[in-house]
């Protein structure tokens, strides 16, 4: 009904009285789909380019409340500065050459903890899912280590391996690699058994099964892990530099606090945002290029 | 014809137990022989064990006892010789149709690379694939997908093709399709064919020969040489013979027949 009331106009308007139904592409008559109000339809689709506005807008909204509450002195800045005030001392420790070395640090510490703990947990979770042997004996463990929190196992490092670099990148690793190693082994094991079988009836053996079928199927699942393992990395990072450190990001929004410089701390705050920003996104673009075969 | 078996069961029986160890028997010891080239499709009611009898000839499930033989050979587990089609997820989703269909060769190592890329076009072209060749499978339809997986299968060159309902999920017309391109290949293959389906017409349709099987623990209720009935090239017109709509029928009514005793049973277990 719709169709024909649009194809009657298009007619009309075009002048092409042919009787003939004709796609009305160019006519002011068509509806466009996706505008504003469907934002407020339940399970509705704008179009993107609407989604990022209302994105932006909302950001510049915060920023614009913000300033409102600071510009009217209705909280005091030692407990929240005005936006400028942060991004003037956000610039100011970019011009300290120890700022970029903290950050530097940083983020080495997280990606030597992420990256020894992806390379062993990632084989060990597949094992845990293709052999009941790995998963039976190392599952229960892990589960148990998995739920001790992080900030606890601080003094154990600490007497283990003293206040240098590896205490810091040791804590890191246990926060990291015991959730990524059963992330793993759940992303091998939701690969469709026909994926496994096709492989053994065309003659694979458990080497070519891990190595050509089990991983690529995972892949980018695993991605989706890592990237969301490396998150929880950078949080680690902070609680391991706040603690007992004397570099990294950590520690200067740690020492910030201490001398009462409220807007480094947000400084702080927002290197570690834009940080965990940028690679959280670079991730996904990564994933949406290499794994298209998946839209 | 039954006398030089490719295929043999030899009292093939298989129980399932679950977690408490309760038995569930789910082959009555079979024993049966099916020749070299022969198309053998397998029906009955759902879940009777068919497709467990299926898996046991491609060593994807271990007899509990017996044993079936392959060219007189104990099948001792999966192997090349054993090729599967399965009835969805079989074709690998990171790879292009020819890179799935090139896939079914990657593990023989009697011949060298230029050869499987030869091979792998050649069976590409057979499911008429070939202006598909570097798409990726999210790109292609059902039925075109379960072409890639015949090809891929076939490239292995295996002894015997095992299909799972391969056509289960398609529409009725892409069914069709696919039946009549799966005689041709393997009229132009003579591999031999075990097909499970559900679908009686589609059994009737393509066998030389229909297993009907009892309801679980399953047993041959009746063994149907349909090859001495119906004509050897099968086009669309033979479903319109009188002696296709007999066949049919007879097959059907087993199964429905089968199908009413079980309920009947299960009302009283339920009862009692």
């Not at chain 1, 009309?12 to 160019?26: D, F, I, K, Q, V």
């Not at chain 1, 790995?134 to 001790?148: C, H, K, M």
């Not at chain 1, 992303?187 to 492989?199: L, Q």
């Not at chain 2, 190592?109 to 008429?128: N, P, S």
Request: net charge positive.
């Amino acid at each position: 009904m719709t169709l024909s009331a649009t194809g009657r106009e298009n007619d009309a308007a075009g002048g092409a009285a042919t009787g003939r139904a004709t796609l009305p592409l160019a006519s002011a008559a068509i509806r466009k789909e996706g505008g504003v109000r469907e934002l407020f339809v339940f399970r509705g689709k704008p179009r993107a380019n609407i989604q990022l506005w209302v994105g932006i807008g909302a950001f510049v909204l915060t920023i614009a409340v913000w300033q409102l509450v600071t510009g009217t002195g209705l909280i005091k800045p030692v407990f929240l500065p005005s936006p400028w005030s942060v991004v003037t001392a956000w610039l100011g420790l970019f011009g300290t050459a120890g700022y970029a070395a903290d950050i530097g640090i940083s983020v080495a510490r997280v990606w030597i903890a992420f990256l020894t703990s992806a390379v062993i947990a990632i084989p060990l979770g597949m094992l845990m899912s293709s052999y009941r042997v790995v998963g039976a004996s190392s599952e229960p463990l892990i589960d148990f280590i998995r739920y001790l929190p992080v900030p606890a196992l601080v003094p154990l490092t600490l007497i283990w391996l003293g206040i240098g670099e590896g205490s810091k990148i040791a804590l890191l690793w246990i926060g990291t690699f015991f959730q990524l190693v059963l992330l793993v082994a759940d992303d091998a094991r939701r690969v469709p058994k026909e994926f496994i079988e096709t492989g053994l009836t065309l003659g694979a053996n458990d080497r070519a099964l891990l190595k050509d079928i089990l991983f690529r199927a995972m892949l980018p699942n695993m991605v989706d892990s890592l990237r969301i393992t490396l998150g929880w990395c950078w949080t680690y990072l902070i609680v391991a530099e706040i603690v007992a450190s004397n570099s990294g990001i950590g520690y200067e929004l740690w020492t910030a606090r201490r001398y009462g410089k409220t807007p480094e701390v947000f400084s702080g705050i927002l290197t570690i945002g834009v940080i965990g920003l940028v690679s959280d996104q670079a991730i996904r673009f990564a994933h949406r290029r290499y794994f298209r075969y998946l839209t | 014809m039954q006398t030089d078996a490719f295929i043999e069961f030899r009292t093939l029986t298989k129980v399932f137990f679950d977690e408490r160890g309760h038995a569930t028997p789910v082959v009555a010891p079979l024993s049966m022989k099916i020749a070299e080239g022969e198309f053998v499709v397998f029906v009955g009611p759902s879940g009777c064990g068919k497709t467990t009898v299926m898996r046991m000839v491609g060593g994807l499930e271990t007899p509990t006892s017996g044993e079936v033989r392959l060219k007189d050979c104990a099948v001792q587990g999966p192997s090349r010789e054993q090729g599967m089609v399965f009835q969805s997820y079989s074709s690998f989703p990171w790879l292009t149709v020819l890179g799935n269909i090139r896939f079914g060769l990657k593990y023989r190592t009697d011949i060298g690379a230029t050869e499987k890329d030869r091979i792998a076009r050649h069976y590409l072209d057979l499911v008429g694939l070939s202006p598909f060749a570097d798409f990726h499978i999210n790109r292609i339809s059902g039925g075109m997908r379960q072409r890639v997986a015949i090809a891929r299968t076939l490239a292995a060159d295996p002894l015997v093709l095992l299909m799972d309902e391969p056509f289960g999920a398609l529409d009725a017309l892409t069914r069709e399709r696919l039946q009549l391109q799966l005689l041709s290949l393997r009229n132009a293959e003579r591999k031999t064919v075990i097909f499970v389906t559900h679908d009686v017409d589609e059994a009737v349709f393509l066998a030389d020969r229909i297993i009907v099987f009892s309801a679980r623990p399953a047993r041959v209720l009746k063994d149907v040489s349909v090859g001495a009935v119906l004509p050897p090239e099968r086009t669309l017109e033979v479903t319109e013979l009188p002696a296709f709509r007999k066949l049919r029928h007879e097959v059907l009514s087993l199964i429905r027949n089968e199908e009413t005793r079980i309920e009947a049973a299960e009302l009283a277990a339920a009862v009692a």
